[in-house]
């Protein structure tokens, strides 16, 4: 079992930035891919961005292409997500999500292809 906790989210108006983590516990971090997702209200879960088990490749949603930046601290067994130039359409609350990875150079960007999440964290933009 690997074990998600997400921190960093909050309030903050737009143009500004959050730092998102996600702390993992359990497993071999350094075998895991790791996703972000939001759910803003109403609307359903949609990928953010991802990156591999290596951390050397990632994928963005293209709203999110240029201001996001997803990056992993194996050391740490954290995962981070850096936002800036933040808009109210980022308004929502955001998932960190991991699955073991048969490739460390692979990363995925469906809701399925994940085994475990964390409990999520809100995040709210103000115009």
């Known amino acids: 079992q690997v074990q998600l906790v997400e921190s960093g989210g909050g309030l903050v108006q737009a143009g500004g930035s959050l730092r998102l983590s996600c702390a993992a516990s359990?497993?071999?971090?350094?075998?895991?891919?790791m996703g972000w997702f939001r759910q803003a209200p109403g609307k359903e879960r949609e990928f953010v961005a991802a990156?591999?088990?290596?951390?050397?490749?990632?994928n963005y949603v293209d709203s999110v292409k240029g201001r996001f930046t997803i990056s992993v601290d194996n050391a740490k067994n954290t995962v981070f997500l850096q936002m800036n130039s933040l808009k109210p359409e980022d308004t929502g609350v955001y998932y960190c999500a991991s699955r073991w990875a048969t490739s460390s150079g692979l990363y995925f960007v469906t809701e399925n292809s994940y085994n475990y999440w964390g409990q999520g964290t809100q995040v709210t933009v103000s115009s």
């Open positions: 990156i591999s088990a290596s951390g050397g490749s990632t």
């Open positions: 359990g497993r071999t971090f350094s075998r895991y891919a």
